[in-house]
């Protein structure tokens, strides 16, 4: 009987969590911001770029329609600046959005490693737009050789023209070695790249545009699916130690995006599915010739999962906020009795000084005149010659005169000596 109610139990899951994924790959979706920053083509594209300064340029072209970002809320696509910090052999390097004069936003950092002649390359999505631990890596082989996943056919062949087919491509160490990207940064004469483009203040070259819907945009990548599946792949855990030693201390998140992110304005570009046709006519017309052109489309199911799904993220963001809110209230009216009483006590010394002040006024010191002062001309005053006359004739002498009776006394001692 056990063993049958935990068939059962197990069979259930088993279907869940093929209906799970079936979901997944027919909406690739997070509900958050980063949905319109595809990972899997950002890795593809710096795989693809010989510098971190082409790489900048081509992120933000809209004809690669790789960057479909607008954190502000203005309606234009948001520009990405790529910044380049360097820790020993490890470059971390920083996707970047300046919201506004005052604030900046990580999208994304991608992490590439040189430990000996082993290469290791993560892109981390941002906690505020992905969610915790988004990562994206190579399909890898451990080693310079090892057996490779099956389904490996070879190079970037497939087995079939439909593009239906995910073909697992492993990558060596030799291999990302020779990237362009990491044969680049890691030069003898290689200078860090940062982007010196900052709010207000961008290339000529480039121009805003207006955003797609992710709808649009997901249709568009949907027909690269097989291809980001086959090179790259999902990790649970970023590879570099002290990403958060290192890392942690220059990342900037911006509350303006953290507040329209509570506040549920990002939905709004979920709202047109019918716009995922369109997104992949525009693959097909760019590239007539792909061997993915042929991928038909999913039907976009609307189930109760996903909405529940977001339903429990908005709960949960709620509720910490709440938390934060709390917490953030009974430190300011600990600091607000702290600034009163001390307020308090610097009035108190105040009205003491004022009033030890208005005593003095109250009762003036006289001071003595000055006898030794002279006049401009360096002059005793008359005032002041008259003053010591007066203290001649009033002082008495020390020494009287002698009188008779006296003189002859002494004269009278003189003679007895």
Known sequence: MKIKILLSVFSLMLISGLGFSQYNDDYE??????????????????QESETLELFEKNLNNEEYKINNLDLNGDNQIDYIKVIDNVDNNVHVITLQIAVNQRENQDVAIIVVQKENNNIQIQVIGDEDLYGKNYIIEPNMIDGNAGTP???????????SNDGNNVVINNYTTNEISNWPMVRYIYAPVYRPWY?????????????SWNPYYYH??????????????GHYRHYYKPRYNRIKEYYGPRRSNSTFVTSRREKGEFKSTYSRPDMAVKGSESFKKRNP?????????PEIRKTDNKQNDIKRYDEKQKN???RNNNQN?????????????????RENQNYNRNQNKIQKNNNPIISKPDNNRTSPNNKPSNSNIERKSESKQS????????????KKEEIKTDKRR
């Open 320 to 322: 910490d906020i709440q």
């Open 195 to 207: 982007s010196p483009w900052y709010w207000g203040y961008y290339p000529s070259y480039w121009h």
């Open 149 to 159: 996943n099956p389904g490996y056919n070879g190079g970037n062949n497939y087995s």
């Open 329 to 345: 209230d009974k430190y300011l009216n600990n600091r607000n009795n702290n600034v009163r009483e001390n307020n308090n006590v």
């Open 395 to 406: 002082k008495p002498n020390s020494n009287p005169p002698a009188t008779k009776t006296d």
């Open 29 to 46: 979706s997070l509900g958050l911001p980063g949905d319109n920053l595809n990972l899997y083509a950002t890795l593809k594209l710096f």
């Open 289 to 297: 010739n792909s061997p993915y052109a042929n991928k038909k489309l």
């Open 216 to 229: 649009y945009y997901w249709g568009y990548h949907y027909h690269w699916n097989n291809h980001y599946h």
